[in-house]
Each structure stands twice: as structure tokens, then as C-alpha cells.
């Protein structure tokens, strides 16, 4: 399955997907639900970044859940292993994104991220509602586990991708994390790169472009896991191989107290 789907393509199959609103905001922790009772695309849950699609913080932000407790997160979605996922923020899909990867990642193969998201919804003027949801309950069982995960002691030799914006990745700026600058080694293509000036996806030559300078087994990072998996997208789209992704990403590098690199080059 094509991992996008475009509003009106969505706005005509509402009632056969599952739909996951993931907004968030890294400054303020009640963006994401305020956000989405005050209006989301009709019959979207809402799903919280920090408590349904990570664990607790530990050396890096966000890692991984278990498979056990993000299977019993997504039955309390009322999602079951054979419905089709969509999910969308407003960020043109960069925190989106980590919940398409995390169901690629189990095998749930039929997932796609809103193109364009929230914001492209409603510039269409499509229809939106108030509230919440509380979907019926459904039975995630699986025995998989998340594939393509690559651990801090495993990056040796790998062509790292760091998706943070460019001032973050030179050392200019660092908000949350103890230090400032890069994995060494690591190239920047910012999350941005991915978009046109809509907010949507390139298209797949384009990509194909941007990441054609990238090896044959790189491993997309980040600041702590989440828009590395944009960029995993991007590389679907583009019609590579999903990446694998070092989740917990710069902020457990840097908290390791591990060698970082400053300025523009890898």
C-alpha cells in the first residue's frame, strides 16, 4: 500500500479506515489534545506522542513502547490487525509519521499518512468536528516485533541522516538536549526538504533525487526518533527501501555523553 493518501481521496472512504489524529507540539504538552477537541477530521482518535507511542524517557525522549503495550494502545484504538490506518498532525506528517513507521515496523502494512495533513484538510474546507472519540475496543494480537531498529553501538560504518533543522544539526541552536550539534558522520536533510511549498509531499523523482547521494544501508536520525520517520517516508515515496531508524536518536546520543560534531559538515 502507497504510504500517502491525499485529502479528497480520504474525504471519500472516511467510514473504511481507522483514523489517528497525532497532533503535538514540543513546547507545550496539552497542544495535542486541546488541538483536536477543538476540531478534527470526523471519526479521528486522538493519539498522544509520550504516553501511546513511547515509553518513559530514558536516556533518549521518546523510545520505543514495547510490542506488547503499543498492541494493547492501538486495541484500545479500535484498531485490529487487517483495518487500514490512516494517520495526520498538523505539521505536514513530521510527528505522524513515527506512528506509520511503528505499524510498517510491526508488519501492519496498511497504513498511510494524510498528505498535507490538518491543514490542507481544512483549507479544502472539508468537514471537521468538535470533541472526542471513544472508539469501540478491538483485539491487537501479534507475536512481531519492530523490525528495523538499529541501537546507538550499531551505527559504525552506517550512513546516518539526521532530519533536524539545519541550525540544530550545525550546533547554532539546541532546545532540549544537553548538547549541541551532530552525530559525527551524520548528513542533514532537514524534514522540510521532503515538502513543496503546499506542505505536501515531493514528488517520488524528486525524492528519489534528494536522497540519491544516501548508501545503500543508511539509518535515519533525529532528535529523539519521531521526524526520522518522515524522512523513512520520504524514502518510501521516493521507492527505496524502508530505512532503518536509530530511534533513540540525538537525545540519547548526547545525554550518553557521547563525541558530537559542529558546523555544516558531516
Not at 510490542?67 to 490512516?86: C, H, K, Q, Y
Not at 498528505?115 to 470533541?131: C, H, N, V
Not at 550499531?154 to 550539534?181: C, F, H, M, N, Q
Not at 535515519?220 to 520517520?229: D, F, K, L, P, Q
Request: with cysteine; aromatic share 6%.
Amino acid at each position: 500500500m502507497h504510504p500517502l493518501i491525499d485529502c479528497q481521496e480520504l474525504a471519500e472512504h472516511l467510514d473504511a479506515v481507522r483514523l489517528c489524529d497525532i497532533r503535538w507540539a514540543l513546547t507545550d504538552p496539552d497542544h495535542g489534545r486541546s488541538t483536536y477537541e477543538a476540531g478534527h477530521i470526523p471519526g479521528a482518535v486522538f493519539v498522544d506522542l509520550d504516553s501511546d507511542l513511547s515509553a518513559a524517557p530514558g536516556p533518549g525522549r521518546h523510545p520505543l513502547p514495547t510490542v506488547g503495550s503499543f498492541a494493547r494502545t492501538l486495541g484500545r484504538l479500535g484498531i485490529a490487525p487487517g483495518d487500514e490506518v490512516v494517520v495526520y498532525d498538523d505539521v505536514e506528517g513530521a510527528i505522524a509519521a513515527r506512528m506509520w513507521w511503528m505499524l510498517r515496523s510491526l508488519g501492519h502494512e496498511r497504513s498511510r499518512l494524510l498528505d498535507g495533513g490538518y491543514k490542507t484538510w481544512t483549507s479544502m474546507g472539508l468537514p471537521i468536528e468538535a470533541g472526542s472519540n471513544t472508539p469501540k475496543g478491538a483485539e491487537y494480537a501479534t507475536s512481531s516485533t519492530f523490525t528495523g531498529v538499529v541501537k546507538h553501538d550499531r551505527l559504525k560504518g552506517r550512513d546516518i541522516v539526521d532530519a533536524r533543522a539545519s541550525e540544530r544539526y550545525t550546533g547554532e541552536t539546541e532546545p532540549v538536549d544537553p548538547k549541541a550539534g551532530h552525530i559525527p558522520g551524520a548528513v542533514n536533510k532537514p524534514t522540510s526538504g521532503n515538502l513543496d511549498a503546499e506542505g505536501r509531499f515531493l514528488d517520488p523523482k524528486l525524492l528519489q533525487a534528494r536522497y540519491s547521494d544516501v548508501g545503500a544501508d543508511p539509518v535515519m536520525s533525529c532528535g529523539s526518533g519521531v521526524t526520522a520517520c518522515h524522512n523513512a517516508l520520504a524514502m518510501v515515496v521516493a521507492g527505496y527501501e524502508m530505512p532503518d531508524v536509530y530511534i533513540g536518536s540525538f537525545s540519547e546520543w548526547s545525554h550518553l555523553d557521547k563525541p558530537v560534531a559542529i558546523g555544516p559538515n558531516p
